[in-house]
């Protein structure tokens, strides 16, 4: 394993909104061969019930813009005033370009659940959302290392699931997790965030004690 390659890729896939090239096509064939990584991914108890809505006709991708854009500007433009923190507003930000160009992105994915969180039987709320995220991250990872770039947002929230669902033409026993804008990056110099030191957010056999 290239350790050096691998943790290059680790630290630097970014969440990527204004650096998605908007002009330069994206074929199916890569995004399938990213799709084949995405699910070498855990899921619980095997359970495997990740689908995904590549969607990458013009018309489709407006018609889910008319719901994205709207929606996720008035979010914006709601929380913006109470950001204080300039990375937090770069965030938004960025999110703001990204509604406002979110039809002219050529690929947006849609990773879905086969299933209802709240199905008779249906795994727990960890297992059930948990068990879509490592693929979708997956799915990222690979991604970025065929010099594309994507973001992970989460517009299907309360009745607007709906109203994305018609859209998409999805049965009632699917759930959508997210919807990731896919494009090639516009260059390919992506830096490592800043976070916290690890110690400082971790501690060893108790909370609070043994520091
Ligand atoms: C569960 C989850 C939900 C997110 N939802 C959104 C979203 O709705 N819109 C968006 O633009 N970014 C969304 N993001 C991306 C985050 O804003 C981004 O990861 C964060 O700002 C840190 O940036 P980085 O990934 O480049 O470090 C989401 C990320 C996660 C993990």
Redesign the pocket.
Known sequence: MDITATDRLLST???V?RRLDLERPVGREVILECLRLAVQAPTGGNSQAWRWLVVDDPEVRAAVADLYTPR?LAIIDRRYPHIRDPQ?RR?YD??RY?ATVLARVPVLIVPCVEGRPDDPGAAPPAAFYGSI?PAIWNLQLALRSRRMGS?????FTGGDERRYAEVLKLPGTMTPI?LLPVAYTIGDEFKP?ARPPIETITRWNHWTEGR
């Open positions: 896939t970014r969440a909104r996720t937090t965030v960025s999110a990204l995220f973001v992970l947002t989460t517009p997210a965030a």
